[in-house]
Structures are given as structure tokens and as C-alpha cells.
């Protein structure tokens, strides 16, 4: 059981790139959840998942799209990369949404710098 | 919008002191107070999930109260060891599915 997994673990992007933050997780959890953490503040959910075919935004959505085909799965996309989205990222799952009685399993983050 | 307050930021204690830090929260619409332990360069683990007003849980040497009512969430730890050094993360849940993170207390327990 490999939980929640994250590719890539570090990545450097000049302003205006595109990439894809990869999540994965074999716990066969329906909720899965984009965090993004910066210096001096809590974690802010960017966008979630309540299951494949269903996403919605979270409090910083803006700059970032997010698709959910498989349970599986859940990327993330930048598709302008700005200086702002500068973060350490983590993506999350649940077997029910956080509004719900149970735990979030993190991943172990990616770590994202824009030039 | 829904702010959820930590302190103390960070704190200092030496090894078998006993420690607390606070959380409070918007109560409007609450569904869950979490906890979280989070280690330099690991992932966020979760301690405690609460629900209800009054609500308390332990795990060894670390306990939780929840106060619904009023909105804040106190988390214990009793004789700190070393290894209990983290960043503890409480988040409030709420009925839309939202989701809202502290900025965590940092502890430091030193032998």
C-alpha cells in the first residue's frame, strides 16, 4: 500500500510554463483534495474532488485546472506558471469529504519554485 | 471568510514539561476540528478528528478538547519528549465540503 504519491518531488519553472503535478492513491478513497502551503500560513485548498468525474474549487483556485478521471488520479495543472504559485503542494484523500468524520491521508508534497 | 487561529506560532519547552497550544474557529456551519502532527520534511499524520461539542481524545501522552460552542480546540501533550517535536496543524471542516488550515504551532522540545 504506497498511500499518496506525488510526482515530482522538486521542480523549477521559468514564468509562463505549463506542467502537471501528478497525485496518486491506492486506497481507493473517493475524496482527493489539492493543498498548497506557503511561509507563515495554513494550509489553502486549491481545488477537490468528491470523485472521478467531479471536482470543484477550493479557496485559491485561480491559476490552476484540475481533472478527475480514474479514482485513482488526480493531477494538477499550471497552465501560465507566475511567480506567485511559488509553494510547496500537497495532495490529500479521503474515504469521505473533510466536512465528514474521518481523517485526510497527505502525500509527501512537491515542492515548486517559479522564476 | 474562515479563519482558523493558532498559538502560540511556536514554543519552547524542555523535555518532560507538559504543553498546550490552542485553535479556534469560525463556528458557523462546523462539522469536524482536526489535528495533525507534521514533521520537517514529512507529510502532515492526522492525531484526532472531533465533532462534538465536549468532545475529547487521547492518544498516548496527547489529548484534545473540543469546544463547538465558542469555537476553539485545545491540544495537550503531557511530559514532551524530543520526538514530539512538530509542527501541530489543527483544521476545521465544514458543512460545504470546505476545509480550513491554521498556521500551525511549532514545538520544540529540547533534551
Known sequence: NAGVTQTPKFQV???GQSMTLQCAQDMNHEYMSWYRQDPGMGLRLIHYSVGAGITDQGEVPNGYNVSRSTTEDFPLRLLSAAPSQTSVYFCASSSLPPSSYNEQFFGPGTRLTVL | ILNVEQSPQSLHVQEGDST??????PSSNFYALHWYRWETAKS?????????????????????????KEGYSYLYIKGSQPEDSATYLCASSYNNNDMRFGAGTRLTVKP
Open chain 2, 44 to 68: 502532515p499524520e492526522a492525531l484526532f478528528v472531533m465533532t462534538l461539542n465536549g468532545d475529547e481524545k487521547k492518544k498516548g501522552r496527547i489529548s484534545a478538547t473540543l469546544n463547538t
Open chain 1, 13 to 15: 519553472l521559468k514564468t
Open chain 2, 20 to 25: 498546550n497550544f490552542t485553535c479556534s474557529f
